[in-house]
């Protein structure tokens, strides 16, 4: 039997990232560690964020919510290996995540008749044959992650009512409650966060896992704007959630949009990114303060790599923040998207 074909055969790419062209062609990028690009795939519409397989060189692109694509792609030539939908009733919400064998892919997803967050199960060791679902427990699943403190996922209920015939229009802000759930492989709900009734407009949308299992989240306010309110936070099961730089006046500058989160190589680092606000926060994990900003033009992308943080822009811009600064930023000529999704 021939072996099968892995990540290093394709040159080890670090990271995908959804983007658009100049002339508004919508594309799925792998990059090198230096920003180099390694292929493009083309979307049918925009995309999102991606998830990688955690053995072969395969990527599965998602559109945008509410999308009704997840692109398959083999990323040794960039092309599609199949292309999945959901079921009728259901839209994707943009992210996804393998099981550690790779043998089972997780997809958030909104059952838009009921407004029930869903969990789709799609088998992925050969066919990505479509075998059913789980509840997310909560509204509005987005982000979900693998638990590495216990065999399951957490889940980013942004707690949003939405349906494919309102668009992206909010349709249950009066009763909104985002949470964060940890659900078993299996669907149950093991552990529940809901903050307080004052954040209760602040939707958890975005994750970070970090090794000792704590889940970082970055919160898109949906109040009036003007608000200082905590835009990411910390949680271990069986804890309370620790708010970074909840009395830190420069918590304005984020203008209450988390775009995307990571912890640094070490895990004493949370970053968030800001497209609003045009600026990364990097605060210490422990103290829960704000150690530094970095000013970059609609920065929402946001990855770690062995020395420190990546980001993209939606100008085309590649760049690593050490030390304080800005370094090797390399410019392409497209926009990238929300997210740099790391593969290494």
Request: with cysteine; proline share 7%; net charge negative.
């Amino acid at each position: 039997m021939a072996p099968q074909a892995s990540w290093a055969d394709i040159g080890s790419p670090a990271y995908l990232a959804a983007g658009r062209t100049m002339d508004g062609r919508f594309l799925l990028a792998g990059l090198d560690h230096t920003g180099r690009i390694l292929f493009r795939h083309p979307l049918p519409a925009r995309g999102h964020a991606a998830t990688a397989h955690p053995t072969r060189p395969e990527a599965v692109a998602f559109a945008r919510r509410p999308g009704q694509f997840a692109d398959v792609i083999d990323c040794r030539s960039g092309q599609a290996l199949t292309r999945l939908t959901p079921p009728p009733g259901h839209h994707f919400y943009g992210h996804g995540t393998y099981s550690p064998d790779g043998n089972l892919l997780f997809t958030t997803e909104n059952a838009f008749e009921t407004g029930e967050g869903r969990i789709g199960l799609w088998e992925a060791s050969t066919t990505y044959r479509r075998i059913g679902s789980i509840a997310s427990g909560g509204i509005g699943p987005h982000d979900m992650r693998l638990r590495q403190d216990a065999p399951g996922l957490v889940v980013a209920n942004g707690g949003i009512q939405t349906h494919p015939d309102s668009g992206r229009a909010k349709l249950n802000l009066p009763a909104m409650q985002p949470n964060l759930s940890y659900l078993t492989l299996e669907g149950e709900v093991e552990h529940q966060l809901q903050l307080d009734g004052d954040l209760r407009l602040n939707s958890i949308r975005h994750l970070a896992m970090r090794a000792d299992g704590t889940v970082g989240f970055a919160m898109q306010w949906q109040g009036d704007p003007g608000a200082d309110l905590p835009i990411v936070g910390l949680h271990r099961p069986g804890s309370t959630a620790l708010l970074i730089a909840a009395e830190d006046p420069r918590l304005r500058n984020l203008q209450g949009y988390g775009g995307s989160i990571a912890f640094s190589p070490d895990g004493h680092e949370v970053a968030v990114t800001s497209p609003r606000g045009g600026v990364v926060q990097v605060a210490d994990c422990a103290s829960a303060t704000l150690l530094r900003e970095h000013w970059l033009t609609d920065v929402c992308g946001l990855a770690t790599d062995r020395s420190g943080f990546v980001v993209t822009t939606g100008q085309g811009r590649i760049a690593r923040l050490s030390a304080g600064a800005v370094k090797d930023p390399i410019d392409h000529d497209l926009a990238w998207d929300n997210h740099l999704i790391p593969l290494l």
